[in-house]
């Protein structure tokens, strides 16, 4: 028998608790669902990329709130009279070269009309940057190759191509070049694209589906643009993917609230007995079960011993509104835009909700309209001008055929600016005033109050030089000179109307 030695007992260790440092870090069961991977950003992309692109342009076609979004994108990003182009070009003395300004300018109107600008001849450059941002929103990335085209006078277009195009199942680490193939992207030891694959054809075209082949498209004739959300990305997702479940179940509860509303307006019911066969009613259903035809304001005698079980559900509910209106919010939040935008709603707004709103909505949109400058039309103007100097589409002047030299490219490439569609206050009044008063104070200049109108300041002048013009020919004195008389403040303003 082994004797136990009280005293040569070991001392019980102490617990140590240890605490996570990040709440967000906390395991368990109310984390349990939770779920946490680390992947890269193309790993995450590459099993749900065409899911998702699907799925987006599903509720492009039927969700009315996803298509009002995306028409959204293409009326403020965009507008009626589309990005516009303003060169800058100045002479060697610092003047601004008038003259082939004003050509480039002419040329490139030229070339944006309908017809001139793509392969197909079906569209715009307006409607190519609307096709843009719409493509960029629903489908996350958007294909334009550059296309030498003899069928322009410019010898340039331009093709739009769907997402589908780029293979994302195509991904090869052992090319001969020593570069890697992620998602139908090539790229270098530095992660830049270096070529695209497509397909030669639309992958789900049925006319297309025998014998699909790839094609190696080098990078300098791509534009592929999308907005990375994280470093190493190479494909694009669509704008939706955040708020895309929701927009569903949305659908899904208000499909049932719609159901449930007519079946309630209907007022049915079933007809009961203990034998079930004492009364026919006015006819019969593919079943054979007996049915009667109601009529508003008519009453039927029913047989003896039959009975009538009203059916009666009470839908929508009172807390139908403040839900859908919920979620609504949610959805707005994930495609980052105001509820009362996407939602059309304005019965619970006030002038400052508004005017906020309204503020927020507008840097989304602006922030928009520099990512299509620069990742779109920058880009097609850059090589617009390079094969329209090259197959000798502009002179240098009006008067000669004199072709521009390819050495000034630089010089207009450098100098061209891009002109987007402005935003009007919700109180123009108070906005023309702080125009006024900044000017006076020497804080914003001529073009800064032209840029909030979507206009450039030379175009101020040439219109105020013709509207002179155009009166001195008709004979009509103008009751005031725009720049030849004192800016009224706004004090003055205010006395004028009350009469001192």
Not at 33 to 38: G, I, K, N, Y
Not at 92 to 113: F, H, M, T
Not at 124 to 145: M, N, P, T, Y
Request: charged share 25%; aromatic share 10%.
């Amino acid at each position: 028998m082994a004797w136990y030695d009280r005293f040569n007992r070991k001392p019980k260790r102490k617990k140590t608790l240890h605490t996570r440092k990040f709440q967000g870090a906390n395991t368990g069961r109310l984390f349990s669902d939770f779920f946490q991977t680390s992947t890269s950003a193309d790993e995450e992309i590459k099993n749900n990329l065409r899911l998702l692109r699907d799925r987006s342009r599903d509720l492009a076609r039927n969700d009315s709130y996803v298509a009002r979004y995306l028409m959204l994108m293409q009326s403020n990003v965009v507008g009626s009279n589309g990005i516009r182009l303003s060169m800058k070009a100045r002479n060697d003395d610092g003047s601004l070269d008038i003259v082939a300004n004003r050509i480039i300018e002419q040329r490139w109107r030229r070339w944006c009309s309908l017809g001139n600008c793509t392969t197909n001849g079906r569209l715009s450059f307006i409607d190519c940057q609307k096709l843009f941002i719409e493509a960029l929103a629903r489908d996350g990335e958007v294909l334009v190759r550059h296309v030498k085209s003899r069928d322009s006078e410019f010898g340039y277009q331009i093709e739009f191509l769907e997402a589908d195009h780029l293979d994302e199942t195509k991904n090869d680490n052992t090319t001969n070049n020593g570069n890697k193939v992620k998602m139908g992207v090539e790229i270098n030891g530095s992660n830049k694209p270096v070529a695209y694959y497509l397909f030669q054809n639309h992958p789900f075209d049925n006319q297309f589906q025998a014998g699909q082949k790839h094609i190696r498209v080098k990078a300098e004739d791509m534009i592929h643009a999308y907005i990375p959300n994280r470093p190493e990305q190479n494909r694009g997702v669509p704008f939706t993917a955040s708020s895309m479940s929701n927009i569903k179940l949305l659908n899904g509860y208000l499909e049932a609230e719609i159901v449930s509303a007519r079946v309630s307006a209907s007022k049915m019911g079933f007809f009961t007995s203990q034998d079930g066969d004492s009364y026919v009613g006015d006819g019969e259903d593919e079943e054979y079960v007996p049915i009667m035809n109601a009529e508003a304001g008519t009453f039927e005698q029913l047989p003896a011993g039959m009975d009538f079980k009203s059916f009666d559900p009470d839908h929508p509910t009172s807390a139908f509104e403040s839900f859908s209106t919920q979620v609504l919010r949610s959805i707005a939040s994930g495609l980052n835009i105001s509820y009362h935008a996407l939602s059309n709603d304005l019965s619970s707004v006030n002038y400052s909700s508004l005017r906020a709103g309204a503020l927020e909505d507008r840097e989304m949109y602006r922030l928009y309209q520099r990512f299509t400058i620069d990742h779109f039309i920058r880009p097609v103007f850059e090589k617009w001008l390079e094969m329209s100097i090259s197959s000798g589409a502009i002179s240098t002047s009006p008067s000669t055929n004199q072709p521009l030299p390819m050495s000034r490219y630089d010089k207009f490439a450098d100098s061209a600016n891009f002109i987007p569609r402005s935003f009007s206050w919700v109180d123009p009044q108070k906005e023309m005033m702080a125009s006024i008063s900044g000017m006076q104070s020497g804080l914003v200049t001529f073009q800064d109050v032209q840029a909030n109108y979507g206009r450039d300041v030379e175009e101020l002048f040439e219109q105020h030089e013709r509207e002179e013009k155009l009166a001195e020919q008709y004979g009509i004195k103008t009751a005031f000179q725009p720049f030849g008389m004192k800016m009224p403040v706004e004090a003055d303003i205010q006395g004028g109307e009350d009469g001192n």
